[in-house]
Every structure is written in structure tokens, then in C-alpha cells.
């Protein structure tokens, strides 16, 4: 058996992708028993986080395997096979360990070196092991892995050159606005969700400094319980649960709001974060004092804030003279007939005239769409909606807020897979949106540290290590099978030595019987000694085959030794130990 690994990542796959094959916590009981029900696998586990879905089997068969495993990931995703296919990497035997291994130690995460998969490792073991489909090659394989991980982080600075998603995603919250706790020094957050990952989100907004947190969650019992930890850490935060009804008022008086829910729809909608920032005081503001602020501006007042008052004044005459566009729910105006732009000439407008970036003709209403491309229009529609300024740059692909420097109502960190808030609420005027497609963007240009070289090395030092261990315990049913038939040899020919000497005593039946014994241990130690150094060498599996040919051993011995050792019977294991002390211990110049 070999094992292989199948699936995909944030490094293969788009967002999209990966959130439409997210997989619920039934879906993945159901994969997993699949897999091991099905031909080519005989152990497995299944590792799902926000930006990895892997499956893990301990196969026979290695097309077969692959063959098998792709199809149960599509079939149990619900994404198409052959839409699957091109983002699915396939790793086997050594290389399936590799991988693994770097997962644990943050290598191969979003954000490098971060040990929140430490975690997902351990809880993706305890499923295999309750589900009884981790072996002892996954139980074998995933403990190694939370061992390397932790070496990786106790023994070099891998922390430094990451942090956890939490963390990270402030960080891009507060880009360009000072450091994360004075950014966040008096705000009131909104955490939905109670799981591991809220959890962490909520512990860090409290390390950080905000004055109030409400955490809202399906599960009452687990919002309060999160609470009371929030409460007891000594941070000081005041801290609150509510029901999920009460999301949509929370939203109002929040400033931050983090959301990792394990739904499969919107949590938060564009109407509901919409009518939040329209209903809400300014950021940053506690209740007393929103209720003394100036009540927050109409729509067409946020839409125009902080334009150029001409600019202004020309757009309120255009929309007066019916020259509005509907687009996508916001009123796009193409400039007044008679503008003059660039160009010099009347009916069409341009760079450098009024500041609009793009040529529209004149005609008012719909008939300005004629001869206009998508591009163009879209490029006047953002100067219509946000100023000149905006309207110059060309929002790259991914990002999720205004520009840096622009006054922020509501923060919003989604790090939900799928989605757990509507990705165009970041159109909304004072919402900044932080999601996992942005940190994936921003994560590709953070620098690394020196020390990832060094647990890469750590890496590659264990997969060694693993492999030899795994070879070497490979070949010990055939040493144990094979000192099992020599102790049968002992013994029946120590029966005989008995029927045809009856007058020995029973001193002098045990010195022979002894002698008999370490003649035969003294033969079989070395060529057992060597045997498992060879096949704990890369290729040496072909040893074990070799021995039960030369000694003529039962197939089925060997294969009762293996699975009863693999079943951990006591037994198997006792033999299997004292194969190995024998083998260790033994002196073949020293009388016993």
C-alpha cells in the first residue's frame, strides 16, 4: 500500500472555485467513508480548511487511486468532474509526506509560517480516528505532521515570516491607517460565528484593543461560552452574545466586523450592509456620542461626498436634465450636452475638460449607450460615482475597499469559504472589505523569511526519516513471520532430541534446548539486522519479498502478522517487539 494525496488549494485553484467545493461536515463523513468503501484505498482522511480542500487514502493502486479519489472529491464537492480536474494536484508516496508535512508547518499557507494548521490538523486525525478510517499509515502520518510542525516552530523564527489569517487580515484592514491597535483602540467589533476560527478573530480584536465585543452565533450555548473566555482573559473587553436575528441591529453600532461561519449562503448581504452604514453613526463613535452626531447624509449626499463642488454642481444640473444611467444600482450621469472637452469640439466630452477619464457622446438617457464600449463605461461610471481622482486609477483586479485614506464607516474581515458576505459591498461608500481572494493577493506579494529556508530543511530531514521508518516497519511482519518459524524448527526438534533421549534430566534438556536457541538466533541476527537497514533505504521494499522466497515463509503468516500489528494487537505487537530487541541486543560473541 502507498500513500497518495489528491486535491486542491488556494495555490491551484481561483477563490471561486475553491468556495463552490467547500465541503459541509456531513459531506466530509460521507467522503470519507466512500473512500475507504471504495477499491483502491484501504485507510483515509480528508483535510478541509478555508484554502485547501486535500483527500489523503493509503491505496494499492496508483491510477486507480487517483482515478477514485478525483471522482469522490467531485461527486462529494458538487463541483463537476471535469471542471475539477484542471486545479487538482496529485502527490504520492514521499512527496504526498512532503506536502503534508510543509502544510504543518505553514509553508505551503496563505499566509506563510502561520500555525492555525496545526489545528486542522489535529481535528482532521481525530475524524479519521472516530470514523475508524485512519490506519496506522494516517494515524502514523498525521502525528508526524503535528510533530514536525511543532519543531518547525519551536526551532526556527517561522512565526516572524507570518502570522495567523486573523492577523493578517487586520493588517490589511488597516493598510495605510497606522498600526493595528491604534487603528482599533475604542472600536466595537462584531464577530458571527463561534468556531475556531471566530474564536481566534475574536481573541485577537481583544489583544488589540477594541472596547466592545458582540459575538453572534446559531448556537447560543457556544456565543456565551466564547463570551465568558473573552471576559476571563484580562484584556478588559466588554463582551456580549446575541441570537443571529440580531446581526442586522448589530451592524448599526458596529465598526468592525469579522465573519467565518461555516453557511452556505450569504450572511451578509449588500442590502444589509447598505442599510447598516446608512443607519449608523460615524465610525468610531460609542452610542452617546452617535446620538449626538449629525444625522448620517442622504444617499445622493454619501454618493457625492468629497467631489469638487463644480464637479458636483454639473452632475445635479445633468441628472435635473433626465441624463441619469441605472447601472447596477447606481446612478451613472453622462455629462451635459454642449461640454466641451478635449477635443475642442461641443457634443462630446473628455480628459482634461470636466475630469472625466473617457470620451461619452452626448446624448442624454439610454441613447448615450450607443458606440460606448463596457470598458469605457465603467471607467465613466466610477468617476461618476467617486471623483476624478478615483476615476483615474484602474481598480486592480481583487481589491475590496476604496482607496487608502478615505474616511471608513464599517471594516468588514471575511473569512468564511465559502463566502459569507456578498463581495460587492466593497462599491458601498465607506465600507472597506477584506476577503480571502484579497488576502490571497496580498499574501503573493509579503516577503519571505529567512528562516523558511531552514524548515524547509527540517522538512526534508523528516520526510527522510519517514520514510525509512515506514519501509523498516514494512519489512518486520516477514522478520517477525520468519523467527516465528524458527522457533517452530526449535521446537520440534527438540522433541524429538526428547523421544530419543528419555533418560536426559530436565537440567540438561534445557541447556540443549537453550543452545539449539541461540544457534539459530545467532544465524538469524545478522542477515535480519541487514535486511532492515536495506529496506529502510529508498527501493528496499523489494527485500521483504526476497526474504520470504529465500525461507520459503507462508504468505498468509506474513499478512496475519501485518494486520494484526496494524490492528494493534497485543500479541502481533509483542512478537514484533521482541523481533526487534533480538535483533538489537543480540552479541553473536557473547555466550547467553
Avoid at 467545493?21 to 467522503?31: E, H, M, P, Y
Avoid at 483535510?47 to 491505496?59: F, S
Avoid at 461527486?75 to 494536484?89: C, D, K, R, W
Wanted: net charge negative; with cysteine; hydrophobic share 45%.
Amino acid at each position: 500500500m502507498s500513500l497518495l494525496v489528491v486535491g486542491l488549494s488556494h495555490r491551484s485553484a481561483p477563490v471561486s472555485v475553491l468556495e463552490r467545493a467547500a465541503l459541509s461536515a456531513d459531506a466530509k463523513v460521507k467522503l470519507l467513508h466512500d473512500t475507504v468503501a471504495a477499491e483502491p484505498a484501504a485507510e483515509a482522511a480528508v483535510l478541509a480548511t478555508c484554502n485547501r480542500i486535500e483527500l489523503y487514502a493509503d491505496v494499492d493502486k496508483f491510477h486507480a487511486g487517483v482515478a477514485e479519489l478525483s471522482t469522490l472529491l467531485a461527486q462529494h464537492s458538487g463541483v463537476a468532474l471535469e471542471e475539477l480536474t484542471p486545479y487538482l494536484y496529485v502527490h504520492y508516496e514521499d512527496r504526498a509526506v512532503h506536502h503534508l508535512f510543509s502544510v504543518a508547518c505553514g509553508l505551503d499557507s496563505m499566509v506563510v509560517g502561520e500555525g492555525q494548521i496545526l489545528g486542522q490538523i489535529k481535528d482532521t486525525l481525530a475524524l479519521g480516528q472516530d470514523l475508524h478510517t485512519a490506519g496506522r499509515l494516517i494515524n502514523d502520518l498525521f502525528q508526524q505532521a503535528l510533530r514536525v510542525g511543532k519543531r518547525a516552530h519551536s526551532e526556527t523564527g517561522i512565526d516572524r515570516a507570518g502570522q495567523s489569517l486573523v492577523t493578517f487580515g487586520l493588517e490589511q484592514l488597516t493598510a495605510g491607517r497606522g498600526t493595528v491597535e491604534a487603528w482599533a483602540a475604542g472600536k466595537r467589533a462584531l464577530v458571527i460565528g463561534a468556531g475556531s476560527m471566530s474564536s481566534l478573530a475574536a481573541a485577537t480584536l481583544a489583544r488589540v484593543g477594541v472596547a466592545e465585543i458582540v459575538v453572534a452565533n446559531r448556537t447560543a450555548e457556544r456565543a456565551e461560552r466564547l463570551v465568558e473566555i473573552l471576559v476571563a482573559s484580562g484584556t478588559g473587553v466588554a463582551a456580549r452574545a446575541v441570537p443571529m436575528a440580531g446581526v442586522t441591529a448589530e451592524l448599526t453600532r458596529a465598526d468592525v466586523v469579522v465573519s467565518c461561519t461555516g453557511a452556505t449562503g450569504l450572511v451578509l448581504t449588500g442590502d444589509d450592509i447598505a442599510t447598516a452604514v446608512a443607519d449608523g453613526g460615524p465610525a468610531g463613535l460609542l452610542p452617546e456620542q452617535a446620538a449626538q452626531a449629525p444625522a448620517a447624509p442622504g444617499t445622493a449626499e454619501r454618493a457625492v461626498a468629497g467631489l469638487d463642488p463644480d464637479v458636483v454642481a454639473r452632475l445635479a444640473a445633468v441628472a435635473a436634465a433626465g441624463g441619469r444611467l441605472a447601472d447596477a444600482g447606481s446612478a451613472r450621469t453622462i455629462p451635459a450636452t454642449g461640454t466641451t472637452g478635449t477635443t475642442g469640439t461641443t457634443g462630446t466630452t473628455g480628459p482634461g475638460a470636466d475630469g472625466c477619464p473617457v470620451d461619452v457622446p452626448t446624448p442624454a438617457g439610454r441613447a448615450a449607450l450607443t458606440g460606448v464600449d463596457a470598458n469605457a463605461l465603467e471607467l465613466h461610471g466610477t468617476w461618476a460615482d467617486q471623483g476624478e481622482a478615483a476615476a483615474q486609477r484602474q481598480p486592480r483586479r481583487g481589491t475590496r475597499s476604496h482607496a487608502d485614506g478615505a474616511p471608513v464607516r464599517l471594516a468588514l474581515l471575511d473569512l468564511a469559504m465559502p463566502r459569507d458576505i456578498d463581495a460587492a459591498v466593497h462599491r458601498i461608500p465607506g465600507v472597506r472589505l477584506v476577503d480571502i481572494e484579497s488576502l490571497a493577493e496580498a499574501a503573493a506579494d509579503a516577503p519571505m523569511a529567512a528562516d523558511v529556508d531552514a524548515v524547509r530543511g527540517i522538512v526534508a530531514d523528516e520526510v527522510a526519516a519517514f520514510g525509512a521508518a515506514q519501509r523498516a516497519a514494512h519489512i518486520t511482519p516477514t522478520v517477525v513471520a520468519l523467527r516465528a518459524m524458527a522457533a517452530e524448527v526449535v521446537a520440534m526438534e527438540v522433541a524429538r532430541l526428547d523421544g530419543r533421549l528419555p533418560e536426559l534430566d530436565a537440567r540438561q534438556r534445557a541447556e540443549v534446548t537453550q543452545t539449539v536457541r541461540r544457534v539459530v538466533d545467532k544465524l538469524l541476527h545478522a542477515p535480519t539486522v541487514r535486511v532492515k537497514q536495506l529496506a529502510s533505504e529508498p527501493g528496499g521494499a523489494g527485500y521483504a519479498e526476497a526474504l520470504r522466497e529465500l525461507f520459503d515463509l507462508d504468505p498468509q503468516t506474513v499478512v496475519s502478522v501485518s494486520r494484526a500489528d496494524a490492528a494493534g494487537t497485543p500479541g502481533a505487537t509483542a512478537a514484533a517487539g521482541a523481533a526487534g530487541t533480538a535483533d538489537q541486543n543480540h552479541d553473536p560473541g557473547r555466550a547467553s
